[in-house]
Nanobody, 131 residues
Framework: QVQLVESGGGLVQAGESLGLSCTAS????????MAWYRQAPNKEREFIAS????????????RLGQSVEGHFNISRGSDKNTMYLQINSLKTEDTAVYYC????????????????????WGQGTQVTVSS
């Protein structure tokens, strides 16, 4: 089993920066690409960014309707089991529950003998931005 736990959320003022963390534990050999999503009140969960085990990153800038570069920065710890999201110049519209996601390696040869799933989710961390 794999557990994903987010931390770092809270109440912040608009214009400030905030760093979120996601720590994976358990059978972490099951984890491949990791990603951040968020879900604002009364909205669908949306993709923010992802990072591969080799630190290739992808940002869904156009879907968020804003210039992602500089606003979000995704990174991964050297052990590959911790992922970070830096959010700069926070806006009230960044208020949401932020979720950690990991692609699972179920079916891959390298995890034979492990009980991997296709994906994993954390429980989310609330970020509230006040004006």
């Amino acid at each position: 089993q794999v557990q994903l736990v987010e931390s770092g959320g809270g109440l912040v003022q608009a214009g400030e920066s905030l760093g979120l963390s996601c720590t994976a534990s358990g059978d972490t050999i099951c984890i491949a690409t990791m990603a951040w999503y968020r879900q604002a009140p009364n909205k669908e969960r949306e993709f923010i960014a992802s990072i591969t085990p080799g630190d290739m990153t992808y940002y869904a800038g156009s879907r968020l309707g804003q210039s992602v570069e500089g606003h979000f920065n995704i990174s991964r710890g050297s052990d590959k089991n911790t992922m970070y999201l830096q959010i700069n110049s926070l806006k009230t519209e960044d208020t949401a529950v932020y979720y950690c996601n990991a692609e699972g390696r179920k079916g891959e040869r390298r995890v034979v003998g492990h009980q991997c799933e296709y994906q994993y989710w954390g429980q989310g961390t609330q970020v509230t931005v006040s004006s």
